[in-house]
């Protein structure tokens, strides 16, 4: 296996029956919400600066491991994400997690859930899977996932991630689903993308000291939704640095992976904790040949 059999370092945070992140070592349970900011909140809450852009939202379809047919994409650039995706089913084995649903608002906002997923564990599923297929090369190379709760209820946000030993907690906000509703977009989507961004986090290798590599994470994590279509090109920008917020640092590896095939996929094997290597930013120079200031500057001139 490429990582752990199950490995809590990123996300030793003790998650408690509220389901609130605790922070430890600074990468303690990971909370995603919309910001224009891109600047982390006071008490370890990742700040993660993405705004979805999704269509009309339709009760009646099925789960799908891509973007619905009647998603606004509105940039001719935004295609470029929409390129062939890896093959999901060579993962089947490797990517199913054990998993189970706890919707605590299906009589409320929750109910939005149910009818954006009509099989919401096998869409759960698939989407690890794919997650899976845009890390990793083979199925080998995936870590197994602890088992995962997914628990759906009222709280201002979008979604969190955290861990109590052995569990994964995911938590999705039924009030952002009825937001987005309210606002006309596709529900289906938001919460797709949403768990690509979090299943990411949870798939993605674990460094040995992974504060210290904690935006690497977060801008894997945010890469991997761009690829799978779920951000639109409409939220980059230009300027900053590549370590401001998950949005920034996913565009940025999206920039250098296609200008440096399998440049993530390698960025990722560096965060293996059992490689017997620290990690440092002088990976990014052994991957392409120059370092992250320099490579930060030839992507702001293409934007």
């Not at 009646?60 to 509105?74: K, R």
């Not at 289906?188 to 504060?211: F, K, M, Q, S, W």
Request: aromatic share 8%; with cysteine; net charge negative.
């Amino acid at each position: 296996m490429g990582g752990r059999p199950w490995s809590y370092g990123k996300r030793c945070a003790g998650v408690a029956a509220a389901l609130a992140c605790i922070a430890c070592d600074g990468t303690s349970g990971w909370i995603l919400k919309s910001s224009s900011s891109g600047t982390p909140d006071p008490g370890g809450e990742l700040d993660a600066g993405i705004v979805l852009d999704a269509g009309t939202y339709d009760a009646s379809s099925d789960a799908s491991s891509e973007p619905s047919a009647d998603a606004t994409i509105d940039t001719d650039a935004e295609l470029d994400a929409a390129e062939p995706l890896p093959d999901a089913g060579a993962f089947i084995d490797a990517c199913s997690p054990e998993l189970s649903i706890d919707n605590l608002t299906a009589n409320g906002n929750g109910a939005l859930f149910e009818q954006a997923f009509a099989s919401p564990t096998q869409a759960v599923v698939e989407i690890a899977q794919q997650v899976c297929a845009l890390l990793y090369k083979t199925p080998d190379e995936a870590p197994a996932s602890p088992p995962i709760v997914l628990v759906i209820e009222d709280f201002f946000g979008i979604a969190e991630i955290g861990i109590t030993a052995p569990v994964i907690y995911i938590r999705l906000s039924s009030l952002h689903m009825q937001s987005a509703a309210a606002e006309g977009k596709n529900v289906r989507d938001e919460i797709t993308g949403d768990l690509h961004y979090l299943l990411a986090i949870d798939y993605v290798l674990d460094n040995e000291n992974p504060g210290r590599v904690r935006w690497v994470i977060e801008g894997i994590a945010a890469w991997t939704r761009y690829r799978a279509g779920y951000t639109s090109l409409l939220e980059r920008r230009t300027g900053g640095s590549p370590i401001d917020d998950a949005t920034t640092a996913g565009f940025f590896f999206d920039w250098m992976d296609r200008t440096y095939p399998d440049a993530v996929y390698e960025l990722n094997q560096s965060l293996d904790p059992n490689d017997g290597v620290e990690w440092s930013e002088r990976v990014f120079e052994t991957i392409t040949g120059r370092d992250l200031n320099a490579l930060w500057s030839d992507y702001q001139a293409t934007l």
